[in-house]
């Protein structure tokens, strides 16, 4: 597959079967998007695609277990149990009783789960990722082969917008398209950087929405699912574990307990992450405050586009060099939203976010349809 910006590109990029090779490909398709768009709307600035595009390769980091932090990857690779849980569950009093059908629980066994955990969060991730380029991307493409905002050129490229999730009663898809349509035709420099910083909040905000259930699923993953996948291993080691009944799953409760208290900070650290060439910085805490030392560009300070003003009056919770800016509360949408309004903010003008995310060696191997060797 050669790079394009094309909607049948995007097309073909959602169609890739292999999970990660896909993931490759929408990175790239983002940051190729992210600088036509760029030269399109306003060369001194970002867009959405651009924060798209490290975003997804972040993502792409998380799914092959690269982005894992120290601690956890010891964890899950180390037969050291969890926090001695598995000590605490075998002293249960209830253990006793099940003890004969079960044997021995063994930290493998709470390993496996954690793994098979991760291996679920990858593929979730991997689905979201899909699912944010296949609707924000298409319209992308139609509108960087605009060459002027006609009657009929706005229509192509809010038609790629139909269907997409409402929030709040409107398709903020087309409502970010629409800003940006408004920027290729406005004259005042400052009014034009406004009207692109509002669309790529316009389409923030999108996203957020469509994966809010997602996030909140994988947030309490740990939970909902420990007991029940350290049963199913149990059984492997055992057909007799389904005699147990309930009595087994009281048994494990320190343990599912455990693993669910902990599964938060496994989250946070694992997956609430934004790499860029700027860093790499968690969600849960401030955004850094830009090299050029000015937090809010002085083009966007005082808003002049209406959205602009109400977007960041939501939405916005920090002070004007970004403390404040952190989303402590990674499953709420207005808490990731306000990390991602002041991400936006302080990034408009970026410019080293439209660098490439990948070497030339990775993109002649995605280019030959081959997923690019670790290193």
Do not use: K
Not at 164 to 175: F, H, K, M, S, T
Not at 244 to 261: C, I, K, N, S
């Amino acid at each position: 597959m050669n790079r394009a910006t094309t909607p049948d590109h995007v097309a073909d990029v959602v169609a890739i079967p292999d999970r990660v090779l896909r993931n490759y490909w929408v990175t790239q398709t983002y940051a190729d998007l992210s600088r036509a768009l760029a030269s399109r709307l306003a060369p001194d600035t970002v867009n959405w695609c651009t924060f798209g595009c490290w975003a997804s390769s972040t993502v792409g980091a998380s799914m092959r277990g690269e982005a894992m932090p120290a601690w956890l990857a010891e964890r899950v690779r180390l037969p050291d149990g969890l926090m001695g849980a598995v000590a605490a569950t075998t002293r249960h009093p209830g253990w006793s009783s099940v003890a004969h059908l079960v044997g021995d629980l063994r930290p493998d066994h709470v390993l496996d789960v954690v793994r098979e955990l991760l291996g679920e969060m990858a593929i979730n991730l991997s689905n979201g990722n899909t699912e944010v380029f296949a609707e924000i991307a298409p319209p992308a493409a139609v509108l960087v082969g605009v060459d002027e905002p006609t009657p009929e050129a706005r229509a192509a490229v809010l038609a790629a917008c139909d269907g997409a999730p409402e929030l709040d009663g409107e398709n903020w898809l087309a409502v970010g398209y629409g800003h940006w349509l408004d920027a290729l035709g406005e004259s005042d420099p400052r009014r034009r950087s406004q009207l692109v910083l509002a669309g790529s909040l316009r389409l923030g905000g999108h996203e957020q929405n469509h994966l809010q259930p997602a996030i909140a699923g994988a947030m309490d993953m740990g939970v909902d699912e420990a007991t029940a996948r350290l049963r199913q291993r149990l059984g492997r080691d055992d057909p007799r574990v389904a005699e147990a009944d309930g009595t087994l799953d009281r048994a494990l409760e320190p343990l599912a307990r455990a693993l669910g208290d902990a599964w938060g900070t496994i989250m946070t650290d694992a997956y609430g992450i934004w790499q860029s060439p700027q860093g790499t910085w968690r969600l849960d805490q401030d955004v850094p405050m830009p090299p050029t030392g000015v937090f809010v560009p002085a083009d966007v300070a005082d808003p002049v586009v209406a959205d602009l003003a109400a977007l960041r009056a939501r939405f916005d919770r920090a002070d004007r060099e970004g403390r404040g800016s952190a989303a402590r509360d990674w499953e709420n949408f207005d808490e990731r939203m306000n990390f991602i309004t002041n991400l936006f903010v302080s990034r408009h003008h970026s410019l080293d976010l439209l660098a490439e995310p990948f070497d030339d060696a990775t993109r002649a191997a995605i280019a030959a349809d081959a997923v690019p060797p670790e290193r």
